[in-house]
């Protein structure tokens, strides 16, 4: 017998994301990719992080820098947190803070915390990608999340059958990979059904900071706050991330829930890797107190120019037909197509044709529909590029 024989149940569940393949088109000349959900790297607060990591590395800090440190993440950074999250209406404490190698690792270890086999996720019909990818492993059913929709607790907990409705995920602010935000309304609904299902809440903030149009919305955790008084009260999870804000390549996210969840995780954490690297923590911490409040507001500039020069193409180039979202921040535009239309063959043949990339839409289904459907992300091409490869994008379309 073949070692491979002997992989887990959950090994077949495993697939190659999508996305991870896409990225490598980047490295193809002549390509226009509106594909991978990235920041610019010319934005990156590259200066702030030479300072922070020469101070990690200087005498005073070194041997703290480079030595293990407790799972629950450098405490400073977490400090800072607390801070942060009270701005956005979270009161919490150290003690309910986790720092997670990206928010990638707390989606996986929120899988593993949560479903047994059988249970039940509901997500967003299409959601993100690699959430899909992080809780598969753990082998639930996925049910679709429709907050404003008819769909009470009853029909939920009926449709999951012999196991649960552990948990509902969502990222509600300009979301992977539609670019749309739950109102208020919806956010209340979503906490009244996560109650009556007695499920938890996970909210994935990953683009909460970036926001280009209109107001500010409070986190579902802050609402749930503003409800029962205490985060030890509440059921939503909060994932973070400085991914998209300062850094992708650092992997430093947080989670903030309350203290039962956090010792859960930190045990899981423990298990998986002690830690999260402590220079890396070190390193947001330094840039995160000298310049997020400056930095945050110039990517919202740069970020919203190529949003509008992103829609304003799609209006001037697209055939009739072809609709989109107008996104009110965050990176992606989600481009329905035609009925017939398949959006994996589009690309394969405007790659082919017009050196122009993206991510067919029925990635982020669970059950592989939305097959005329595409993601575009505006985050990483300046407007020119933008208009010039949604030019070309429309003549594919209208041939």
Request: hydrophobic share 45%; proline share 5%.
């Amino acid at each position: 017998m073949s070692t491979h024989e002997l992989f887990a149940t959950r090994a077949s569940r495993m697939k190659a994301s999508e996305i991870r393949e896409l990225l490598k088109l980047l490295d193809q000349p002549g390509i226009i990719t509106f594909a991978g959900g990235i920041p610019d790297p010319a934005l990156f607060p590259a200066e702030g992080f030479s300072a922070a990591f020469q101070a990690a590395l200087s005498p005073e800090q070194q041997a703290q820098a480079l030595q293990y440190s407790v799972s629950e993440g450098y405490v400073p950074l977490r400090e800072w947190l607390v801070d942060h999250m009270a701005t956005n209406g979270v009161d919490c404490g150290l003690d309910n803070i986790l720092i997670t190698s990206g928010s990638q690792q707390a989606l996986d270890y929120l899988g593993k915390l949560y479903l047994s086999p059988g249970d039940t996720a509901l997500v967003g019909w299409p959601t993100y990608l690699g959430a899909l990818a992080a809780f598969n492993a753990y082998e639930p059913r996925f049910d679709r999340l429709g907050i404003n929709g008819n769909r009470g607790a009853a029909e939920y907990a009926a449709a999951a059958g012999e196991g649960a409705v552990k948990f509902a995920y969502l990222s509600p602010d300009f979301a992977n990979p539609t670019g749309e935000t739950v109102d208020l309304r919806g956010r209340e609904a979503l906490l009244d059904l996560a109650d009556e299902l007695n499920c938890a809440v996970i909210e994935d903030g990953a683009y909460q900071a970036l926001r280009y149009d209109g107001d500010a919305i409070p986190p579902v955790l802050a609402l749930e706050l503003a409800r029962k008084g205490s985060i030890e009260d509440c059921r939503t999870i909060y994932c973070g991330s400085f991914s998209k804000t300062l850094s992708p390549g650092l992997r430093v996210g947080w989670v903030v829930a309350a203290k039962p969840v956090i010792a859960q995780l930190v045990l899981m954490k423990q298990a998986a890797d002690l830690h999260s690297a402590t220079i890396n923590q070190m390193a947001i911490d330094h840039v995160a107190r000298a310049c997020f409040d400056t930095h945050i507001p110039m990517l919202r500039r740069v970020y919203s120019v190529r949003r509008d020069a992103m829609l304003q193409a799609l209006q001037d180039h697209m055939p009739d037909g072809v609709q989109w979202t107008k996104p009110e921040g965050g990176m992606f535009v989600w481009v329905t197509l035609p009925v017939g239309t398949n959006g994996a063959e589009l690309l394969a043949r405007a790659l082919e044709t017009v050196k122009v990339a993206f991510v067919p839409g029925g990635a982020f289904f669970p059950d592989g529909s939305g097959t005329n459907t595409i993601r575009l992300s505006f985050s990483n091409s300046d407007e020119d590029t933008i208009r010039e490869g949604i030019r070309r994008l429309g003549e594919v379309l209208s041939a």
